[in-house]
Every structure is written in structure tokens, then in C-alpha cells.
């Protein structure tokens, strides 16, 4: 067996050092492929020899990877985990040695049902015949077929309702309760001392807590056609708005006696009619160009003015259902619905599945929920997708035949009320 590794590892080189030129587009893909299902055959066999070394007494397993190949501590770690991840659940192992999933979905799902069952013990639906961990690890498999690891760990928070209805419920309420524990008292924010001028964030927030950021952010940051801003540089600057609307509704707790509001002083030179550098109360210095905007805003009150001042325009406005039916289709899509896009509703258009120039009605059963790119996808002339609702009500999606020859329909898994 030796041997034969080390035959097929001098070929892999041999092969790695060949020259690419002569290959085709779909030579480069096919190519592509096999080397990386390869590097998944060669990470199940690391797995397998790293447990036989744990079989014959090296139980400094980490310390003992690490002198023999040369690895840092981390990488030691992972190999040592992962062995011992797939030695307690072979389905998973086998699936990784047919190609059926990688690694990295491999990880998520053993990771997924060790969860499983130390739910099942904290509510007191121990799986002692292991049907259930045996249901959840095929349905998962199955899933890795179409949903990368990220989607994948998402899916798998919900897959006791979809193997164990019957247990999901408790269950869940019980880890959910816990979870949340968890991160409250895990949760934090600071903001670091000014370095040439930035200032950094970070902090942790339980899901209910970022809700409420996400969901007071996400108007203010929302992608629009012409805004060279990145993401991040948008959910920043919506934050710094978000502060600005709270100082101006004047319902913040006072400070010191007066209403909450920022003071900065700044030198004025009546000759020249200048404005120098400006400091705010906790000492942080700005720019001229700085004071003058925050001077915009009428409840920011700098030193050196006294006027209102102007209110600062925030128009964004957005073609939407009326309120009522887009709940009903973030209710009913909860997201993109094109297959396993992960896109959330607040990121979507509403599409009218019959054109409104063509007739059709803005009603839930003439409504589907696309992002930017899947919206743009629907309308290209070329693209050949099909929306239609199914018997139950859910939004299917018909392939052109490029992309499925039997065009069988298809639904997003990945926001799937299971």
C-alpha cells in the first residue's frame, strides 16, 4: 500500500509540472476537478493513517503530527480532529472517499450531528438506536450535493425538523435557549483610541441584539445603482447616520444635565475669518472640512455655531408592494427564492411572475422575491429560467434546457421550510 501511495504521489507531481497549454476550456474544468477531488481522496487518507497511529499508542497525537510533518500547531489540530471526526461517523468518511462531499462539508456535518445528539440528551431523547443521527447524516449528504459548507451549517440548525419533527420543536428550544445565554454573556463593543485618524470597531452581539442593528442599518445601506461605496463602507456610514437619527429624536438619556449631543470646539480667527482645528468634548481633533458637516446637521450642536442648521436629506425611496404583501412574500420566500441563493428579504425585489404590463396582478400568487442578480437573471431575453408556483404555494423555478436537458423544477433549499 505503501508503495502504491508514493507511486501515485511521484505521478501527481509529475503531472503538476506538465505544461497546460494544450488544454481546452472544458479540459482546464475537468482538470480542475479531478485534482481537488484528489486532494479529498489524499485528506480521507491522512484521516484513516492518523487514527491507526492513535490505535498503536501515539497519544500526543497533535505533537506527534507536527514533528513528523512539519506542520504548525493549528494544521495539527484540524488533522487530529478531523480523524477523529470521521472515525465516529464512517457514513461520512465513505461519503468523502465517493466524492459525495469534500471536506469542508464533511466538517459541518459531523459537526452537525454530534450536535444532534447532545440535544437530544439535554432535552431527554437520547438516540439510543441511532435512527435519528442516521437520518440526519444521509439527509445531510444528500444536501452536500447542492450546497456549499456555509449553506450547509445554516441548513443543518434546522434538520431535526426535517428528519424528527416529532423531537425538533423541545429540542430547539432547548439549544436556542442556551445559545442565547451564551452570547449575552459573550457580548461587547469597543472603539479603540484614533490612529491617523481611524478609529476601529469590534464587539459580539446575540442574534436578537444584531437583529435590531441589521434592522435599523439595512434601510440606510442598501445597494443602489451608481454608489461606487463597498458594503462595508455602506454599513458604516449607515451606522454613523443611525447615531445621527437617534441624537436627533432628543429621547436620548441626558448627559451631564443636557440633552445628548456632540460639542466641539474650535478656534475662529476673526481676521481672517478661518475656522482652525476642531476637538470634540472627549478630546479627538477634526478637521475644518469635518465641522463644517457636522455643522449640517441640526441637532449636532458644535461650539462654535449656534444656528438649527440643516436638516440632513436621507431620501431613499423604493418601488415596493404595499405592506401587507411584502410580509406575506418574506414570510412565505424568506429570502431570494431562486434555487439556493442565501440572499435575505431584505436584499430583494418583488418580480411579478406575469409581467404587470402583460396583465399581471401585485398579489402574493403573482409575487416571488429575487435578489439583484437572480432579478436581473429572470428578465435577460436569453436566459430561459421559468417561475411558476407550486401545487402548495411555494415558488419553483424551471432550467432552460442548457442548464437541465429534463428541465425537472427546481426549489431554494437553502431558505426551505422544512
Not at 481633533?285 to 436621507?314: H, T, Y
Not at 412565505?332 to 430583494?348: L, V
Request: glycine share 8%.
Amino acid at each position: 500500500m505503501l508503495a502504491e501511495v508514493q507511486q501515485i504521489s511521484e505521478d501527481a507531481a509529475k503531472l503538476a509540472a506538465a505544461p497546460l497549454w494544450s488544454l481546452s476550456d472544458e479540459d482546464i474544468v475537468d482538470g480542475l476537478r479531478t485534482a481537488y477531488r484528489l486532494e479529498q481522496i489524499a485528506v480521507a487518507l491522512q484521516a484513516r493513517l492518523v487514527r491507526q497511529a492513535e490505535v498503536r499508542g501515539h497519544q500526543t497525537t497533535p505533537r506527534w503530527l507536527r514533528s513528523h510533518l512539519l506542520i504548525d500547531r493549528r494544521a495539527a489540530r484540524e488533522l487530529g480532529e478531523r480523524a477523529a471526526a470521521l472515525a465516529r461517523h464512517p457514513e461520512v468518511e465513505q461519503a468523502l472517499l465517493d466524492g459525495r462531499v469534500d471536506t469542508g462539508q464533511a466538517t459541518v456535518i459531523t459537526a452537525t450531528i454530534d450536535t444532534v445528539a447532545t440535544e437530544l440528551a439535554e432535552a431527554g431523547d437520547a438516540d439510543a438506536d441511532g435512527r435519528v443521527a442516521h437520518d440526519a447524516t444521509t439527509a445531510m449528504i444528500e444536501l452536500a450535493e447542492r450546497l456549499p459548507p456555509l449553506q450547509l451549517r445554516r441548513v443543518g440548525e434546522r434538520i431535526l425538523a426535517h428528519v424528527a419533527p416529532q423531537l425538533a420543536e423541545r429540542t430547539d428550544e432547548l439549544a436556542l435557549t442556551k445559545q442565547e445565554e451564551r452570547a449575552h454573556r459573550a457580548r461587547g463593543f469597543t472603539l479603540s483610541a484614533p490612529v491617523a485618524g481611524v478609529v476601529r470597531l469590534s464587539g459580539s452581539l446575540g442574534v436578537e441584539d444584531a437583529a435590531l442593528v441589521r434592522a435599523a442599518l439595512d434601510p440606510l445601506c442598501a445597494p443602489i445603482v451608481g454608489d461606487e461605496r463597498n458594503p462595508a463602507q455602506r454599513r458604516a456610514d449607515a451606522l454613523a447616520e443611525v447615531c445621527r437619527l437617534a441624537l436627533r429624536t432628543g429621547e436620548l438619556p441626558a448627559t451631564g444635565g443636557e440633552p445628548a449631543q456632540l460639542s466641539v470646539t474650535v478656534a475662529f480667527d476673526p481676521l481672517t475669518q478661518a475656522l482652525g482645528t476642531a476637538t470634540t468634548d472627549d478630546g479627538v481633533r477634526l478637521s475644518a472640512e469635518s465641522l463644517r458637516r457636522l455643522a449640517c446637521d441640526a441637532k449636532i450642536l458644535p461650539a462654535v455655531l449656534g444656528g438649527a442648521g440643516q436638516v440632513l436629506d436621507l431620501g431613499r425611496s423604493q418601488r415596493l408592494p404595499t405592506g401587507t404583501v411584502r410580509r406575506a412574500l418574506h414570510l412565505r420566500d424568506r429570502g431570494c427564492a431562486f434555487p439556493d441563493c442565501d440572499r435575505p428579504p431584505r436584499w430583494t425585489d418583488a418580480h411579478h411572475v406575469l409581467a404587470w404590463t402583460e396583465g399581471g396582478a401585485t398579489c402574493l400568487g403573482n409575487l416571488v422575491l429575487l435578489c439583484r442578480r437572480h432579478h436581473r437573471l429572470i428578465h435577460h431575453p436569453t436566459a430561459g429560467w421559468q417561475i411558476r408556483l407550486g401545487a402548495d404555494g411555494q415558488p419553483e423555478f424551471i432550467p432552460p434546457p442548457d442548464v437541465d436537458p429534463a428541465r425537472v423544477p427546481r426549489r431554494n433549499l437553502y431558505h426551505l421550510r422544512l
